[in-house]
């Protein structure tokens, strides 16, 4: 059975694919004695953790402890469970980062008590009795973003329109490579009821890609802003955090020091 992504909801990345546009690195300010120093990065639905690399490189850099979680992506419970472990494994206050399903891992399992901030990443933030699904009522279907749902419950995004309607701004060959590589999810966790939303008792900051195929902008747009965050747009598509590694680790980097001054 297949379906147009906006009746559900997907995400993510699998591989970091190549930056379109120069990165040209400016370096950082040394961080503060007293700086948020632990990054924890969900991914989204049908990927793994390996489309954070180049995210993960510019924070290492700037001297950052990141930690990349694996979702089982098998349920809500079984994501936020993973999630969990890490950040019980970090030495202190940590940024909590997700990327599209990703969002909504975070949105529930934030309310750990090392949380301090969290980054939203083209992400979506159900709020506590709210389903991911229920995001996209109201808003624009986006036809170019298929997933093909197999007999057992678990789907995978349409191979052929994988590149136009996930990561039109990655080659070809990046492109095809992420589309091969996918991770099924279980659909049926797109369903599923959050019982807490972290952001509404802690700092927010949004990272949305202005051409963004798999969510209506303006449902990205509305999602930042009911939950207050801090919002930077870049044009790239639904896979900006492989694409556009660089934007994104400023926004963590962002979010990390205003974090320790408590915004």
């Known amino acids: 059975m297949r379906f147009a992504f906006p009746t559900l909801l997907v995400s993510a990345l699998s591989l970091a694919a190549a930056t379109a546009t120069a990165d040209t690195r400016t370096p950082a300010a040394p961080l503060p004695a007293d700086a948020v120093r632990n990054i924890v990065l969900v991914h989204g639905a ?18 950052y402890r990141v930690s990349i979680v694996q979702n089982p992506l098998t ?51 159900p709020d506590a009795g709210e389903t991911t699904a229920q995001q996209y009522e109201g808003f624009v279907p986006q036809p170019e973003f298929v997933i093909d749902t197999r007999p057992d419950g ?33 659909m049926s966790a797109f369903a599923t009821p959050l019982q807490h939303a972290a952001w ?11 051409e963004d195929k798999a969510f209506d ?3 990205l747009q509305h999602m930042a802003k009911r939950i207050g965050a801090e919002v930077t747009n870049v044009s790239a598509s639904h896979a900006l955090y492989a694409t556009q590694p660089l934007v994104v680790a400023d926004v963590i980097d962002r979010a990390a020091r205003q974090a320790a001054n408590g915004r």
Not at 86 to 97: C, S
């Open 46 to 63: 049908f990927v793994d953790g390996a489309g954070w690399r180049g995210v993960y490189d510019r924070l290492v850099e700037r001297g």
């Open 75 to 125: 349920s809500l419970a079984a994501d936020v469970a993973a999630t969990t472990r890490v950040l019980d494994r970090q030495d202190g206050p940590t940024v909590l980062v997700g990327h599209s399903w990703g969002g909504t891992v975070i949105t529930e399992a934030g309310m750990h008590d090392k949380v301090v901030g969290l980054v939203y990443v083209s992400a979506l933030s």
């Open 154 to 186: 678990y789907g995978f995004l349409d191979r052929d329109g994988f590149k136009a309607g996930f990561a039109h701004d990655a080659s070809d060959a990046d492109a095809a490579f992420m589309a091969d590589a996918q991770v099924p999810i279980n």
């Open 200 to 210: 509404r008792s802690k700092p927010s900051w949004a990272v949305i890609a202005t």
């Open 217 to 219: 902008q303006a449902m």
